[in-house]
Every structure is written in C-alpha cells, then in structure tokens.
C-alpha cells in the first residue's frame, strides 16, 4: 500500500526565510505527485503537480517552487517566505496507472512570522 | 476553467437528521468524483468515488452520493446522521485520464448530540 512521508509536522519561519518542505512516497512507482494547500473556507488549493522527475507544473503563480528530483520525492521550495505563505501544505499522490483517488501526507502546518 | 463549488460552507445539524450536501462542477470532458472527509485532528481520507457505472455510488459509514451528469452534480447525502459524522467534507473532480484534482471550498457539518 502508499504511504506517503511528510516532514516536518509544523514549521515557524521568520519573513525573508528560505523554506523547503520534503514528500516522499513508497508503496508505488511512477505516482503522480501533488501539492496542495489548505486554507479555511477555501478548500484545498493546488500549487503544483508532477507526471515525472524533472516534470513540474504550477497551477497558481506565486512565491513558491517545487522540485522532483527523484521519482518518489517531490521538494516545496521558497527562497523569501512571505507572510501569505502561512497555511498547511498537504502532499499527495496518486496512481497513475489505475483510476484511484488522491492519497495524502499528514501536511505541514507553516507559520511565517 | 475547471471548478467545483459546493453550496454550503456550514451545516448544523441534530442527530438522527438527513444530510445532503450539494457539489456542482464545472469541466469538459468525462470526469471522475470524489468526496473526501477532514475529521478534527486528522488527515483528509476517500469517503467514496465515481468513476462510472451506477451513478448512486455507496461510501463508508453509511454516506452516499448520486451523480447528476445533466445537472454536473454529485450530492452526498446520509439518511441520519451521527454526532461522529461532525467534520468537513470535500467534493473533488478529476478528468478521466488527467493529472489535476480540483477542490470545492469545502462544508463544515457540525452534528449536534
């Protein structure tokens, strides 16, 4: 079965900051790999998916960046955090050989002060 | 643009009273359907899907959701709900064959005891 690691739980940068947020998957190979982010009364926002290494695509034009490295990592970067960066950022995957719904971490909750 | 809008934001409801929560979806083509739940403290995770086939699919703990292609809907609904059933609820819509999960905004159900 996925799993899919998500670290760190919570994280306070100050403004300025760099960020870098780390998800890595097992249990699958080839996954298409997303970044969301959660915020009350907005529902779930993408910022970014992955169909493979190297292959990004950004949903939403903003202060972020992500990267796919290896197959199963998918890095959310940032080189000045701003404070509207605040908010939980969830990790997912899903599989992309089969029809299947969407599988998440357990999210990062990022604070910018 | 793809989008899915859900009619509520907030229900409150008794034990023991139906539930229905409306999803509508804008997006060409054929589309998969999902509802997914947020329960306090925890991650987000399936509550059912609808890839094709019967469209009055069952999910877990009693919850059900009929898709509606002429309408672009898919309601969920509990025929009584439970103080457990408390949570927020997603509906979600990916293209059969894409990448890209869109989100409703998302509906805070509080079930009174």
């Known amino acids: 079965s996925q799993t899919i690691h998500q670290w760190p739980a919570t994280l306070v940068q100050p403004v300025g900051s760099p960020l870098s947020l780390e998800c890595t998957v097992e249990g699958t190979s080839n996954p298409n790999l997303y970044w969301y982010r959660q915020a009350a009364g907005r529902g779930l926002q993408l910022l970014f998916y992955s169909v493979g290494i190297g292959q990004i695509s950004s949903e939403v034009p903003q202060n972020l960046s992500a990267s796919r490295p290896q197959d199963r990592q998918f890095i959310l970067s940032s080189k000045k955090l701003l404070l509207s960066d605040s908010g939980f950022y969830l990790c997912?995957?899903?599989?992309?050989?089969?029809?299947?719904?969407?599988?998440f971490g357990n999210g990062t909750r990022l604070t910018v002060t | 643009a793809q989008s899915v809008s859900q009619h509520n934001h907030h229900v409150i409801l008794s034990e023991a009273a139906s539930l229905e929560l409306g999803c509508n979806y804008s997006?060409?083509?054929?589309?998969?359907l999902f509802w997914y739940v947020q329960y306090p403290g925890q991650h987000l995770q399936l509550l059912l899907k609808?890839?094709?086939?019967?469209?009055l699919v069952k999910g877990i703990k009693g919850f059900e959701a009929e898709f509606i292609k002429s309408k672009f809907s898919f309601n969920l609904r509990k025929p009584s709900v439970q103080w457990s059933d408390t949570a927020e609820y997603f509906c979600?819509?990916?293209?059969?064959?894409?990448?890209?999960?869109?989100f409703g905004a998302g509906t805070r159900l509080f079930v009174k005891a």
């Open positions: 979600a819509v990916t293209g059969t064959g894409g990448f890209k999960t869109i």
């Open positions: 997006y060409g083509g054929t589309v998969n």
């Open positions: 997912a995957q899903l599989d992309s050989l089969h029809n299947s719904p969407l599988h």
């Open positions: 609808y890839f094709s086939g019967d469209p």
